[in-house]
């Protein structure tokens, strides 16, 4: 059964600090990857997904991932966190079809 | 986002009401769904359709009934509920292809539901 790990439930960095948010998954074929952000009381924002190709995606708000295979991973990452970032951020893998299995999600905290 | 919108924003209930949320996509997809986000637990998928068909019912209870009129509106009936049931309930879309390739789903902002 494939399934998505978010090892980290809550994480706080100073704004303008780098971030980088981990996501493990295990899925037995080649897997399609997103990222999503859901700030309080809203519904879930794409940041960006991988598909196939170029293993280092880019994606809105100065986010990028990378995905690799070897670590089973596809961490998402800033290089400088700005205080409007604080928000939910969820790791999804695609199954069969158009199904989508979340992770459980990591809370951001920024601190000024 | 005017994507995918959902009503009422928020919604409570007694356990002996009535209500349905309503979905409408503004993206020209074929495919629909509700999610379930509680605290402290992952989002989970209820029912997906694909071109009005119903395709996956994630064994929910059948107090929780969807309906899909066209592929631009989707609908969760609600009745007798549990307080156990309160959760953010999320709806979404996205387009499938020939040989159901993948493609982004798109989310709308949700409906929060209170059962007393």
């Known amino acids: 059964a494939q399934s998505v790990t978010q090892p980290d439930i809550h994480i706080t960095v100073s704004e303008g600090a780098s971030l980088e948010l981990r996501c493990n998954y295990s899925?037995?074929?080649?897997?399609?990857l997103f990222w999503y952000v859901q700030s309080p009381g809203q519904g879930l924002q794409l940041l960006l997904k991988y598909f196939s190709g170029d293993t280092l995606v880019q994606g809105i708000k100065g986010f990028e991932a990378e995905f690799k295979r070897s670590q089973s991973s596809f961490n998402l990452r800033k290089p400088s966190v700005h205080w409007s970032d604080a928000a939910e951020y969820f790791c999804?893998?695609?199954?069969?079809?158009?199904?989508?299995?979340f992770g459980g999600g990591t809370r951001l905290m920024v601190k000024p | 986002e005017t994507g995918v919108t959902q009503t009422p924003r928020h919604l409570v209930m007694g356990m002996t009401n009535k209500k349905s949320l309503k979905c409408e996509q503004h993206l020209g997809h074929n495919a629909m769904y509700w999610y379930k986000q509680s605290a402290k637990k992952p989002l989970e998928l209820m029912f997906v359709?694909?071109?009005?068909?119903?395709?996956e019912n994630n064994s929910v209870p059948s107090r929780f009934s969807p309906e899909c009129p066209n592929s631009s509106h989707l609908f969760l009936h609600l009745h007798t509920l549990q307080p156990e049931d309160s959760a953010l309930y999320l709806c979404a879309s996205s387009q499938v292809r020939a040989g159901g390739s993948v493609d982004t789903q798109y989310f709308g902002p949700g409906t929060r539901l209170t059962v007393l």
């Open positions: 359709y694909n071109f009005k068909e119903q395709t």
């Open positions: 999804a893998i695609n199954n069969a079809g158009n199904m989508l299995t």
């Open positions: 899925y037995g074929a080649t897997p399609y």
